[in-house]
């Protein structure tokens, strides 16, 4: 099974949770030599009946995707390219700015991005890795961990019906409200309280706004579905130009903020065009985010990735691609384990690159995020205006262009194969003895 011919030790992995985390997880770890087992509690089905779903695959995710074999046709085939965004005043849904993906910004963004259902990157993953040996265990709803205490103890991974599985090291891809993330947060001082020292532009908008823009909301919808709604017809009339999905996003403030009120009532979501898209049962998931001083566990056997370490902003267009590059990160590492002697150290580079990583993001999200959902005032007056300013591409001022552009710019240029790298020909010498 080993395809790395370089690794000495070979481990056992228990990966909770096959949503995009965890297959992108099983897959590097697995192409780096080790044993991978993957624990769902769904069913397979569920996972290829998805409907309603476009995974948003920023320019970096379209990068790193194109290191896992057959990605790059199944983007091209099946994705939508995206074409960039365009903002509607949520009232009258009149169109306030667009912001496109010119030749100029595309090569500023270093790749194309692109929308693709759910179920389609799913599937492939889920075919790479059982070609790759990866085990599957379906309808396994992991409820505890029993990490060992040493270094070569063995750690359990307990089911709701008592299964047991028995491994080296679990990474626990259990998404947004992750039961795996309690372990670590149990542990004596983890939450972090600091702010690590990280440069963003512009960053007046913090964490400590956050609970006022705890609502928002995205659907991809078939064009032709939105044709039977007035409201979402008139969007397709401004701008569409893609071909199978049309991604919404809706913000709105929570109801508890009245000032906040942009008039939006959260409960027309479900009179958006189609029955269907009421009856789709979606998990509840809370904006609360945490920052975890540690990403592994203190016996460093249990590792968090994706949506279960991030506690990332729900509908957030990064998401997916932490999720494959925290995948990634952990896999070139993995793939570079000569004794178990080593393991901390490597979860240790495993924390310093996806940490910062992890903080750069979420800043950014919170910054648009503020931005899109401000109230009625002179505040919004100022950004409809800058908005404004992309609706006429011949005269647009570069200026504004640019800082409208930035931050997207700044994320979407994240190379996580150069970070890791990076890390390693810094790290790597002193890790290897
Ligand atoms: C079915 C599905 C459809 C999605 N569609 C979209 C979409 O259209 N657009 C979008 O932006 N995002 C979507 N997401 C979310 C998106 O996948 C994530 O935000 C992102 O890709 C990070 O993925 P993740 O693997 O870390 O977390 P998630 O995708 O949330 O996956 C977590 C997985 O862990 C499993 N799990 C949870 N607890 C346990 C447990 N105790 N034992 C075993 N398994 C457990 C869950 O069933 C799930 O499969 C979807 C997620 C799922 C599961």
Known sequence: MAENENLNCTLTFAIVGGSIGGLSTAYFLAQAGHKTIVLEKQNKQYFLTQKFTGLRI??????????????????????????????????????????????????????????IPYTDIWRHLYDLCTSHSVEFLFDFEVNAV????????????LSSLKQEVVCDMVVAADGHNSFAREIIMNQPNDIDTERDEIDIENDNIGSSQFSELDSWDRLSIAPQLMQEDPALSSLLESSWEGTDQYGLNIYYSDKNHISYDAGWDPEKLDSISVKEISSIEREPRSQNPVNLSSYTD???????????????????LYNTALAVEDAFVLGFLFSKLKSVAQIPNLLTGYNDIRKARTRM??????????TLSLPPGPQQDARNQAFGQTLHQDDVNDEILAQLWNHHISTCSYNAKDAVEEWWHNWGTFYRE
């Open 146 to 157: 029993v990490c060992g205490k040493t270094l070569t103890d063995q750690t359990k991974v």
């Open 298 to 316: 203190v016996t460093n056997h249990l590792v968090l990735i994706g949506d279960a370490v991030h506690a990332a902003l729900v509908n957030g």
């Open 361 to 370: 993001i979420r800043e950014v999200q919170l910054g648009i995020f503020h």
């Open 58 to 115: 920023p320019p970096n995710l379209t990068l790193l995707l194109h290191e896992i074999p057959g990605m790059a046709d199944l983007l091209t085939g099946r994705g939508t390219p995206s074409t960039g965004f365009t903002l509607h005043q949520g009232e009258t849904f009149e169109l306030i700015g667009q912001l496109i993906y010119s030749e100029k910004i595309i090569s500023d963004l270093g790749n194309v991005g692109y929308r």
